[in-house]
């Protein structure tokens, strides 16, 4: 399985809800980041947590990590439809230095 | 604002054909990446450069190769294009080291080989 999983692979809430995403990886990392993917776009990088962090937050996110599992969720609070998006966790392998992404987390937010 | 910029928004090209990908950084990034992206699979990383001049494989860099002569520019080059190189594929670039290590990416360029 890949480095950088996420889960669920896809989430269905209504507006005004929190939307938990997971991530799981498998190797040692400098940091793991997020990233917001628009249909038929590139990547926004969102917020990083280095290894050394439990916990950041920024605006209506909130990303834990929690390196003696090897995972980290990512929690939008009171998500809006414009949240719609799949979102991917990316981990920065301590070694070979490049980021290596999951498959994803489709978030649809109904209105 | 970091601005990435790829070439072509949409391809189409014969299998068989030579397929250049461009990529332009305007923030002096020191890392340029090519992934590419498809359904379920997710983003797999193709090539990345940590300098001019520089190349790295990534997971999946049969079929491809790449081209980084000035800094700001990351190309991949699809010598004889199959149609399983159909797919939407992306650059980013970073800072190097661990300095700002998140990537910006470009809009990306949806590819068909037909």
């Known amino acids: 399985s890949q480095q950088g999983e996420e889960d669920p692979q896809a989430l269905s809430i209504q507006e005004g809800e929190n939307a938990t995403m997971n991530c799981s990886y498998k190797t040692s990392i400098n940091n793991l980041q997020w990233y917001r993917q628009n249909s038929g776009r590139g990547l926004v990088h969102l917020i990083l947590?280095?290894?050394?962090?439990r916990e950041k937050h920024s605006g209506r996110l909130r990303v834990t990590l929690d390196t003696s599992k090897k995972s980290s969720s990512l929690l939008i609070t009171a998500s809006r439809a414009a949240d719609t998006a799949s979102y991917f966790c990316?981990?920065?392998?301590?070694?070979?230095?490049?980021?290596?992404f999951g498959d994803g987390t489709t978030l649809t937010v109904k209105p | 604002d970091v601005k990435v910029t790829q070439s072509s928004r949409y391809l189409v090209k014969r299998t068989g054909e030579k397929v250049f990908l461009e990529c332009v950084q305007d923030m002096d990034h020191e890392n340029m990446f090519w992934y590419r992206q498809d359904p379920g699979l997710g983003l797999r990383l193709i090539y990345f450069s940590y300098d001019v001049k520089m190349k790295e494989k990534g997971d999946i860099p049969e079929g491809y190769s790449v081209s980084r002569e000035k800094k700001e520019r990351f190309s991949l080059i699809l010598e004889s294009a199959s149609t399983n190189q159909t797919s939407m594929y992306l650059c980013?670039?970073?800072?190097?080291?661990?300095?700002?290590?998140?990537?910006?990416f470009g809009q990306g360029t949806r590819l068909t080989v037909v």
């Open positions: 990316a981990t920065l392998n301590t070694n070979a230095g490049k980021s290596t």
């Open positions: 947590i280095r290894s050394n962090e």
């Open positions: 980013a670039s970073s800072l190097g080291g661990d300095r700002a290590p998140e990537a910006f």
